[in-house]
């Protein structure tokens, strides 16, 4: 009766430990991030919804890593330069969405910049 016992709670735990590395494999990321945008005040900026919309997580991703605050620590190492996520990702897309009369993503500062 004991050694049934304990090989349920085996399997249960092998089951357990196998889910929770499922799941990190395809750690999405928040659906919303905040982004560090320095003085000029954080962006937020809805993750979920880009990544539903792009399919392609490299088109920002191939730039940064997959990893809380990478830009602000990129910038900090200066291996990027301020303002280059900005204009080649974020605001090249939404211009040329907006261009072409399609739904886009703000163009103007202070509909991405929020001072707090
Ligand atoms: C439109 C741009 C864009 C796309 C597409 C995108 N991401 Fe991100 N992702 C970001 C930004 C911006 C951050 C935040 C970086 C920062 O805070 O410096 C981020 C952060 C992350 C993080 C770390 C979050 C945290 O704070 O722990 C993960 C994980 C992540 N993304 C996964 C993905 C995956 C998986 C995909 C594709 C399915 C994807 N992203 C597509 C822009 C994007
Ligand atoms: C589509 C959203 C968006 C718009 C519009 C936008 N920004 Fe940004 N901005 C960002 C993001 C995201 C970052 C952080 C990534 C980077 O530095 O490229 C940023 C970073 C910056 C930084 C660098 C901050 C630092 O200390 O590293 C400055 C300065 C800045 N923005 C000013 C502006 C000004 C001025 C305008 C209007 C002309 C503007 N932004 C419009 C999203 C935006
Ligand atoms: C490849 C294209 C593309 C890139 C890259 C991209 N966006 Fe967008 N974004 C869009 C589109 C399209 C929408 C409009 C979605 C809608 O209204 O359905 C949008 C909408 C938004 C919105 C408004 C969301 C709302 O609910 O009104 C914000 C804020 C935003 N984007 C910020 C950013 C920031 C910050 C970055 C860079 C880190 C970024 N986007 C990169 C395509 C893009």
Redesign the pocket.
Known sequence: MNRHISMITLVITLILTFCMAATHA?????DR????GGRSGK?P?P?AQ??D?????????SV???????????KEKGMLKPKK?MNL??IK?HKEEKKTGKPHGPVTCSTCHVKS
């Open positions: 395809a750690n999405q990321g928040p991030i905040d982004i560090y962006v900026f993750h880009h990544q919309r792009i399919n392609d997580c490299n088109v920002c991703h940064f890593p997959q990893e809380t605050e990478a830009i602000r620590k990129m996520v990702q974020c897309c």
